[in-house]
């Protein structure tokens, strides 16, 4: 009794103290998953704690648990216009990519530890594929708004790689144990029974769960713990029978986060909690289990795999693997560079040492090391390198104060109650200047605490709230109408000097800026930067045009909704370069405003904008 109540209350002090460090850390920009790893080693038997924790079955047990639970949170997360943009990438990244990454990284530590090519070739696959947690949580938890396009990429590519490196893992083990030196057609077959078994019982579970949400009734409170014990059950399954469970409970998370169900918001709350909840359990485990002292024999050569595998073996992949698509170089650096190793490679060295490899202890701590450079390197300086990068959008407006209303209307639209929030579009502008999406109706309104008709209302006020039925793409432009606008949401110089809107003429826009008109008079200018992508656009598509650029500005749905003008393109970029560069170093201390070497400082007016043209 006594030895479970101590259990209980160091657990919950470690609990208690994630969450304060976490706070403490968020204000000088420390990785949050760091400072959770950081925590289990301090508690551990090398640090002030010294709990002796050394149970590899324990933390595989744990590990996969808390994978299933993040994956499934992730995939609940991504939304399938974002799955569908960067699906191709992904699969390649998440495939070829992590190929490519265990080969070279390999050959690192092949050389670095002074071990056989299978050996080494082993370590490269437990550190191969990014991290679904690191990157769903530092992405998010640094409020970080990249281009569509890059943002999907990564996030997909994280919640799909975890099979092959799985499998890649596993495969060397049986050829280690076993003596073998080739691949045999068990090996293919097994690969593709998992990853295609996994993804069929995935598409299959998120449509049985939304099935039972919808028709079952049960208390409020009950059907997020259906949906995580359909996904664990999931996970269990597909692990049993040969399949892959990383790939099932994503894509079940997948399926049911993109389906209409009476319970979508409840879900999304407690899996949240639920996600952060087994973030922190599995890093300050994996704390506890690592000894430092025993990873100083190896950390020259840990942190020289890690190097490689940032700085050379991560940007071939991504370069090899992203050469088919339409990325910008900059995209493909930022994407290099976001490569983020967290919890699952150190799982996976756990695998070795379970199943007997001779040295396995010794790559379980090249993991380790390897994790805490990606944290340290890349963790630190993602919102940097997407500054210098320029993939960084402006911050979008605030979520709205929704609330959705679980009524049954037949033509698939929703019921939702929306509270003007006081900066927002809504309030600035009164209803009757917004663009309300041709599926949206406004049905109610309560405007300064009585109950209106909308026609009865000239302008709209904080505070007030208005019933409006809408689908789920109409509801979305709703919420940015009636959020708070976020600082800093003019971001000219990722958005140009200004933006004119989609639907001016291509030719006015043209003969305005000196580029050779399209021979159409009815095409948009919308039009014509769609025709010159060639592809689906994305908000940071960029085209030249002469000597300026348009760049997607916003869209709606497939379409561009407004676009970009940059006078200076050139120009812009490396003055861009170099104020971001500026950021980054010690600020000197400032000449008097409107001096420069003792001249006065006149600032340059930009040409006159196109009819229609929206000052930024």
């Known amino acids: 009794m006594e030895a479970a109540d101590n259990l209980i209350l160091v657990a919950g002090l470690l609990l208690l103290l994630s969450i304060f460090a ?169 690969f593709v029974v998992g990853i295609v078994g996994g993804a069929a019982l995935g598409w299959a579970a998120g449509h049985a769960l ?92 840990a942190v020289a795999v890690a190097l490689v595998l940032v700085l050379v073996a991560r940007p071939l992949a991504v370069l090899i693997c992203l050469a088919p698509f339409r990325f910008a170089w900059s995209e493909r650096l930022f994407i290099s560079w976001v490569g983020l190793r967290g919890a699952v490679p150190i799982f996976l060295g756990t695998i070795p ?32 390198a997407a500054r210098v990068l320029g993939v960084e959008l402006p911050p979008a407006p605030e979520p709205s104060a929704r609330a959705d209303i679980d009524l049954p209307v037949q033509d698939g639209s929703q019921l939702a109650v929306f509270t003007v929030a006081d900066g927002s579009e809504a309030a600035s502008r009164g209803l009757g200047r917004l663009v309300i999406p041709e599926t949206a109706r406004v049905l109610a309104m309560i405007h300064e605490g009585r109950p209106v008709t909308p026609e009865a209302v000239r302008g709209l006020a904080p505070g007030d709230a208005v019933l409006v039925l809408a689908d789920a793409p109409a509801l979305a432009v709703m919420d940015r109408m009636f959020g708070r606008r976020a600082d800093g949401a003019r971001g000219g110089d990722l958005l140009g000097d200004f933006q004119v809107q989609g639907d001016t003429p291509a030719q006015a826009v043209a003969a305005l800026y000196g580029f050779a008109a399209p021979g159409e008079p009815a095409l948009t200018i919308a039009g014509h930067l769609e025709r010159r992508l060639g592809t689906h656009p994305v908000v940071g598509d960029r085209v030249r045009e002469g000597e300026i650029e348009l760049i997607v500005a916003a869209t709606e749905g497939d379409r561009i909704a407004l676009v970009g003008i940059d006078l200076t393109p050139d120009e812009r970029a490396w003055a861009l370069l170099r104020a971001r560069l500026r950021r980054l170093l010690p600020r000197r201390r400032r000449r008097p405003a409107g001096k420069e070497d003792g001249a006065e400082v006149v600032a340059e007016r930009p040409p006159e904008p196109a009819p229609g043209a929206a000052q930024p």
């Open 353 to 384: 040492v379970l199943a007997g490899v001779p040295g396995a202890h010794a790559y379980f701590g090249v993991a380790f090391v390897v994790v805490l450079v990606s944290l340290v390197v890349q963790g630190w300086t993602i919102g940097g």
């Open 210 to 301: 939304s099935w039972m949400i919808n028709r079952l009734e049960l208390a409020p409170g009950l059907y997020p713990i259906l949906a995580m014990a359909g996904a664990l059950f999931l996970f269990g399954f597909a692990q049993t029978i040969g399949s892959s469970g990383f790939m099932a409970v994503y894509l079940a998370g997948l399926v049911l986060g993109n389906q209409r169900h009476k319970a979508h918001q409840l879900i999304g709350r407690f899996h949240d909690g639920l996600a952060w909840l087994a973030q922190i359990t599995m890093f300050l485990i994996l704390g506890l289990l690592v000894t430092p002292s025993e990873l100083v024999p190896i950390a020259g050569p």
């Open 22 to 190: 976490g706070l403490a850390s968020s204000r000088i920009g420390a990785p949050l998953l760091l400072v959770f790893l950081g925590l289990g080693m301090l508690a551990g038997e090398d640090g002030p704690g010294g709990i002796d924790f050394d149970d590899f079955r324990l933390t595989y047990f744990i590990g996969s648990i808390a994978l299933a639970v993040i994956l499934f949170d992730g995939g609940l997360r991504t939304r399938k216009d974002n799955f569908d943009l960067a699906r191709w990438p992904a699969l390649v990244l998440a495939t070829v990519g992590v190929v490519v990454t265990a080969g070279v990284t390999g050959a690192a530590a092949s050389l670095a530890l002074d071990v056989g090519w299978l050996e080494g070739f082993l370590v490269g696959t437990i550190v191969a594929s990014t991290d679904a947690a690191a990157v769903f949580f530092l992405l998010h938890l640094k409020g970080l708004r990249l281009r569509p396009r890059t943002n999907a990429s990564l996030e997909v590519e994280s919640g799909l790689n975890d099979p092959m490196a799985v499998f890649l893992t596993l495969l060397t083990i049986e050829l280690l144990t076993h003596g073998g030196t080739a691949l045999e057609l068990r090996h293919a077959t097994h």
